[in-house]
């Protein structure tokens, strides 16, 4: 997919998060790998809903905008560039800070990693083959140093390479695929199961 069809599939992506109300206002933000040295990653402040192609920016991996437009990038676009140099089949990460993701994350009596299993919508995940999986969703701290954030995701990475996703505590969901369809998968499947656990727990 060339870079012009990538940024309308992130706008396509990010209208239809904003309908789901899992990015509403500026929250969120979105970003595909190009060719494994930059990315397109979503401007800081903008609205999901009405997010345009001139609001989505190209930089690299070490986090430098290479085509200037003004336009600020996501506060956490240094998370995402540690992501893809975690681990290099991923071309696409989506984060979301949907109701269910953020209040979940947030509890106080939760353990970390927050476990999911006996879901049939978990064979969503790639590699995934049976409801008897079990996810596990690690947690982090919600943090404003980026660069403490983005090593903390990349030391539990190297130990945990079987993962799809995480959690930030109070703030929401990253999920990521080999490519944006694949990422978009994944978040739909997490934010269905992130769901199923909130009800469950409000039926207790």
Not at 114 to 125: D, H, P, Q, V, W
Not at 149 to 161: F, H, P, V
Request: proline share 3%; charged share 20%; with cysteine.
């Amino acid at each position: 997919m060339d870079i012009d069809l990538l940024k309308k599939e992130i706008v396509r992506i990010s209208h239809l998060f904003y309908h789901r109300r899992w990015s509403l206002a500026t929250s969120s933000n979105y970003s595909a790998q190009l060719n494994g040295n930059s990315m397109l990653i979503t401007a800081s402040g903008k609205d999901k809903g009405t997010l345009t192609e001139q609001d989505i920016l190209l930089m690299n991996l070490d986090g430098i905008v290479t085509e200037p437009t003004g336009l600020k990038p996501s506060a956490e676009s240094h998370l995402h560039c540690a992501l893809y140099r975690s681990l290099p089949q991923i071309g696409a990460v989506l984060h979301t800070h949907s109701v269910f993701a953020t209040v979940l994350s947030s509890l106080p009596t939760l353990k970390a990693p927050f476990t999911i299993s006996g879901y049939e919508m978990l064979k969503a995940l790639d590699g995934v083959k049976t409801h008897l999986h079990t996810e596990q969703l690690p947690v982090f701290a919600n943090d404003q140093d980026m660069t403490r954030l983005s090593r903390a995701a990349q030391e539990y990475l190297k130990r945990n390479l079987e993962i799809h996703g995480f959690l930030i505590a109070g703030h929401g969901l990253y999920a990521w695929g080999k490519d944006l369809s694949e990422a978009l998968r994944h978040v739909e499947a997490f934010e269905f199961l992130l769901e199923c656990e909130y009800q469950k727990m409000c039926l207790r």
